[in-house]
């Protein structure tokens, strides 16, 4: 039976990896079509270096991009947090092909996205 | 630099600068280069670049240094860089249903993937932000939440404009509700309303921004 495959990520998976290897895991698994949901998304700097890798990747007819949607991160972190270098954790992200994931509704407590068949 | 010269930089040290690098970000279509116009002519008498309908026609950085604002008697001299739209997905088919030939879809398309890339490298060279939305559209986007997280980050002060306030749907207090710890104004770039009130936000946030 043909279908999209979705696949969950643990945070464990991603934290072992750098931020380079963590986008081309990201990369390599959705331009194969498939649909990753991260259990812990990726920081901003991460979700930017994201998009640019992206955009350097995206092939018209092949690859156009992709659909990510994920919750913000949660709190506020104190001056003393940041100059330790803390950051706020990600939150849960769902990242797939532009072309077979879309976004139908989000706010601050829900993301609804459709999946398309091949 | 004689005494009065190192005075000022160290309250500028304090205090802030009072020339910044203003970076104009969103997603595309929310009217960057319309605001980035406004300003420029409100206070310059001059324009930054060409608005269109078809998403993507800004494709490269456009610069305007040294434009002026005033408050009161407060004032904030400012260069403006209106960068390309930050988008997750470019498809050159979209620009076909805009009625441009293949050929040139694909060009735009290719070129718009390269702004990007631009408009994300520009956020290191940025003293403060202003983030455009249109508020007809939903404001709950990954585009939004990464530019703002991203500035977050980087400790860089975020001024949100509510754009399009003019046209009917728009509800700017969506967008207050999505980023509450955020500066919100309610703006039509393209008519103006409500653009002194932008001004008078701009000067008081971005006059506390430190160059890194």
Same mark, same amino acid.
């Given at each position: &039976?043909?279908?999209?495959?979705?696949?969950?990520?643990?945070?464990?998976?991603?934290?072992?990896?750098? !931020?380079? #290897?963590?986008?081309?895991?990201? /990369?390599?698994?959705?331009?194969?079509?498939?649909?990753?949901? /991260?259990?812990?998304?990726?920081?901003?700097?991460?979700?930017?270096?994201?998009? #640019?890798?992206?955009? #350097?990747?995206?092939? =018209?007819?092949?690859?156009?991009?992709?659909?990510?949607?994920? +919750?913000?991160?949660?709190?506020?972190?104190?001056?003393?947090?940041?100059?330790?270098?803390?950051?706020?954790? =990600?939150? &849960?992200?769902? *990242?797939?092909?532009?072309?077979?994931?879309?976004? @139908?509704?989000?706010?601050?407590?829900?993301?609804?996205?459709?999946?398309?068949?091949? | 630099?004689? $005494?009065?010269?190192? $005075?000022?930089?160290?309250?500028?040290?304090?205090?802030?600068?009072?020339?910044?690098?203003?970076?104009? +970000?969103?997603? =595309?279509?929310?009217?960057?280069?319309?605001?980035?116009?406004?300003?420029?002519?409100?206070?310059?008498?001059?324009?930054?670049?060409?608005?269109?309908?078809?998403?993507?026609?800004?494709?490269?950085?456009?610069?305007?240094?040294?434009? @002026?604002?005033?408050?009161?008697?407060?004032?904030?001299?400012?260069? *403006?860089?209106? !960068?390309?739209?930050?988008?997750?997905?470019?498809?050159?088919?979209?620009?076909?249903?805009?009625? $441009?030939?293949?050929?040139?879809?694909?060009?735009?398309?290719?070129? %718009?993937?390269?702004?990007?890339?631009?408009?994300?490298?520009? /956020?290191?060279?940025?003293?403060?932000?202003?983030? /455009?939305?249109?508020?007809?559209?939903?404001?709950?986007?990954?585009?939004?939440?990464?530019?703002?997280?991203?500035?977050?980050?980087?400790?860089?002060?975020?001024?949100?404009?509510?754009?399009?306030?003019?046209?009917?749907?728009?509800?700017?207090?969506?967008?207050?509700?999505?980023? =509450?710890?955020?500066? @919100?104004?309610?703006?039509?770039?393209?008519?103006? +309303?409500?653009?002194?009130?932008? +001004? #008078?936000?701009?000067?008081? $946030?971005?006059?506390? %921004?430190?160059?890194?």
């Amino acid at each position: &039976m043909a279908g999209i495959k979705v696949n969950l990520i643990s945070h464990q998976k991603l934290e072992s990896m750098s !931020t380079d #290897e963590k986008i081309d895991f990201i /990369l390599k698994e959705v331009k194969q079509g498939e649909v990753l949901v /991260l259990e812990r998304g990726l920081t901003p700097e991460e979700q930017s270096k994201l998009i #640019e890798k992206t955009m #350097e990747e995206i092939n =018209p007819g092949k690859f156009i991009g992709i659909e990510i949607e994920g +919750y913000r991160e949660e709190g506020k972190l104190s001056w003393l947090q940041k100059a330790l270098g803390k950051i706020r954790p =990600p939150r &849960m992200t769902v *990242i797939g092909p532009a072309d077979k994931l879309k976004t @139908v509704h989000r706010d601050n407590d829900v993301i609804k996205t459709v999946i398309f068949g091949r | 630099m004689g $005494l009065l010269g190192k $005075l000022k930089a160290a309250l500028q040290s304090i205090f802030g600068k009072k020339h910044v690098r203003i970076g104009i +970000y969103g997603p =595309p279509n929310a009217g960057k280069t319309t605001l980035a116009n406004r300003i420029a002519r409100d206070w310059s008498g001059d324009v930054v670049g060409s608005v269109s309908e078809i998403p993507h026609e800004t494709r490269r950085a456009q610069k305007k240094d040294n434009v @002026v604002i005033k408050n009161g008697n407060s004032s904030l001299t400012i260069d *403006i860089i209106d !960068t390309p739209g930050i988008a997750t997905k470019v498809d050159f088919h979209e620009f076909m249903e805009h009625g $441009l030939n293949e050929e040139d879809s694909r060009r735009r398309a290719k070129e %718009a993937t390269e702004g990007v890339i631009e408009a994300i490298r520009w /956020l290191d060279n940025v003293d403060g932000v202003i983030l /455009l939305m249109d508020s007809t559209k939903n404001p709950f986007t990954q585009v939004n939440v990464t530019i703002i997280g991203n500035l977050e980050a980087r400790d860089l002060p975020v001024l949100i404009a509510a754009n399009k306030i003019d046209l009917d749907g728009s509800t700017p207090a969506t967008i207050k509700s999505a980023f =509450p710890q955020h500066d @919100v104004v309610p703006i039509s770039a393209l008519t103006g +309303y409500n653009i002194e009130m932008l +001004y #008078e936000v701009m000067v008081k $946030l971005f006059g506390k %921004a430190r160059r890194k």
